[in-house]
T-cell receptor, first 112, second 116 residues
Framework: ELKVEQNPLFLSMQEGKNYTIYCNYS?????LYWYRQDPGKSLESLFV?????AVKQEGRLMASLDTKARLSTLHITAAVHDLSATYFC????????????FGKGITLSVRP | DVKVTQSSRYLVKRTGEKVFLECVQD?????MFWYRQDPGLGLRLIYF???????EKGDIPEGYSVSREKKERFSLILESASTNQTSMYLC???????????????FGPGTRLTVL
């Protein structure tokens, strides 16, 4: 059974500093997705990582995938308040009708 | 842009009532999913469908059923609502990997259901 773990579950960040959050998964997969959820809102797709070594960047966020380590990282550069949200990673159950298994999410809060 | 809509943003029902949650997508996606989201538990898959009239159980199907009569519409049914079904319900859709090269799921705005 595929398990997806995210840590930490909550992170208080100081504005202007850099941080990294992690997503580990338990079985072989080379497809990983990051989503963002603002309070009271739905999930929005952020990044799609489809191979070992894939790196995607959008603004202050950079996501990477190491399929051998079964690990994805989301790096935040110079945190700003607008990045406060919950971030989910999801892993493809390859061959299982496009099912994704989601982590429990990491809630980021950026303080001045 | 992909658009996934859900019939209600907020819904209040009484224990024992039959509840219908509707989801419609406008991007001709084959795959559709129903999740529930609870604090500390993340997203849990209830049912999914990869074609009209096809359905498969997810991780927590008990107490729920689904219907997919048309490609664009996927309904979640609570046959007899109970208080432990109070939750946020999220619908999502996607295209098969073979068509898009990815399984990105696009989510609707969610329905917050309260069962009294």
């Amino acid at each position: 059974e595929l398990k997806v773990e995210q840590n930490p579950l909550f992170l208080s960040m100081q504005e202007g500093k850099n941080y990294t959050i992690y997503c580990n998964y338990s079985t072989t997969s080379d497809r990983l997705y990051w989503y963002r959820q603002d309070p009271g809102k739905s999930l929005e797709s952020l990044f799609v990582l489809l191979s070992n070594g894939a790196v995607k960047q959008e603004g202050r966020l950079m996501a990477s995938l190491d399929t051998k380590a079964r690990l994805s990282t989301l790096h935040i550069t110079a945190a700003v308040h607008d990045l406060s949200a919950t971030y989910f990673c999801a892993v493809d159950n390859t061959g299982a009708n496009s099912k994704l298994t989601f982590g429990k999410g990491i809630t980021l809060s950026v303080r001045p | 842009d992909v658009k996934v809509t859900q019939s209600s943003r907020y819904l209040v029902k009484r224990t024992g009532e039959k509840v219908f949650l509707e989801c419609v997508q406008d991007m001709d996606h084959e795959n559709m999913f129903w999740y529930r989201q609870d604090p500390g538990l993340g997203l849990r898959l209830i049912y999914f469908s990869y074609d009209v009239k096809m359905k498969e159980k997810g991780d927590i199907p008990e107490g729920y059923s689904v219907s997919r009569e048309k490609k664009e519409r996927f309904s979640l049914i609570l046959e007899s609502a109970s208080t432990n079904q109070t939750s946020m319900y999220l619908c999502a859709s996607s295209s098969p990997w073979e068509r898009e090269g990815a399984d990105t799921q696009y989510f609707g705005p969610g329905t917050r259901l309260t069962v009294l």
